[in-house]
């Protein structure tokens, strides 16, 4: 069964750049590290808050190396059984089942039906622990799934990977339609009707604080700054949000409203 929302996985250019940012101005932690021998990938998991991102970086990648934001992982315990089933679903496979290339481990790949990497994983290792205090990132937010039909996205993340509906969002008139789902605190926003950020169907991570001026302001300390000037109304009409980017690229959305599981 699958249980967990575990975390995405971010390619980098330079890790030594990217822990900097992660750590040093969003305040993460390491949880886990290793290496991938047969290819040269390092492996780093990154609590923020209560979530957990992935940092894989190849001293020597291959041409075709595609940066950002590359999948995202769901804990199950028993990938054989999880796998079969979302295949015979009609689900396509990326990579069987076999052990993950640190050891620890087995691994699956799919795709979910905008082609997103969906990453099934099962393992003994607990990585995360209790959320981590920041004096600004209150928690975790969500991970941003973009979709071309909602009612496919929502058919695999609600029916066939068992998240639970949260808090749905529609504008007529702009033809956005949003829909967050969760398992316990890990949140999946699905988004038809925006643009991709990052990636083929993943598009940012967002972190919820108390107040977004304020945190852009401790931020711009560390020379990170809104890639749109000023803060706008958030998507809801709850709050307010900014944008800042990792040193690849990838969109890390600061958001000052409620935790929706609450409304």
Do not use: C, W
């Not at 101005?25 to 886990?32: D, H, M, P, R, Y």
């Not at 967002?206 to 302001?217: C, G, Q, W």
């Not at 890639?227 to 009409?237: E, K, Q």
């Amino acid at each position: 069964m699958i249980h967990e929302l575990n975390h995405v996985g971010i390619v980098v250019r330079n890790l030594e750049s990217s822990l900097t940012f992660y750590q040093g101005v969003l305040g993460a932690e390491v949880v886990f590290r290793s290496a991938i021998a047969a290819n040269g990938t390092d492996i780093v998991y990154l609590q923020i808050s209560g979530g957990m991102i992935e940092l894989l970086y190849r001293a020597d990648p291959p041409e075709d190396e595609v940066f950002g934001i590359t999948h995202i992982a769901f804990l199950t315990d028993d990938l054989d059984i999880d796998y079969a089933r979302l295949i015979g679903a009609g689900y396509s496979g990326l990579l069987e089942p076999r052990v993950a290339g640190s050891g620890v481990g087995r691994l699956a790949f799919l795709a979910d039906p905008d082609g997103a990497r969906v990453e099934l994983i099962q393992r003994d290792l607990a990585m995360r622990k209790a959320p981590i205090d920041h004096p600004v990132i209150r928690a975790f937010d969500h991970y941003s799934v973009v979709t071309n039909d909602r009612d496919d996205a929502l058919s695999f993340y609600r029916q066939a990977l068992a998240l639970t509906p949260v808090f749905s969002f529609a504008d007529p008139a702009s033809g956005l339609q949003i829909d967050y789902l969760h398992y316990d605190y890990d949140v999946i926003e699905l988004v038809q009707g925006r643009e991709l950020l990052s990636g083929p169907g993943l598009s940012h991570i967002a972190l919820r604080v108390d107040d977004v001026d304020a945190a852009l302001a401790e931020f711009a300390r560390f020379g990170v700054r809104p890639i749109s000037g000023t803060p706008t109304a958030g998507d809801l009409g709850i709050g307010r949000k900014a944008t800042i980017l990792d040193p690849d690229g990838v969109a890390v959305e600061l958001l000052d409203r409620p935790d929706l599981r609450t409304l």
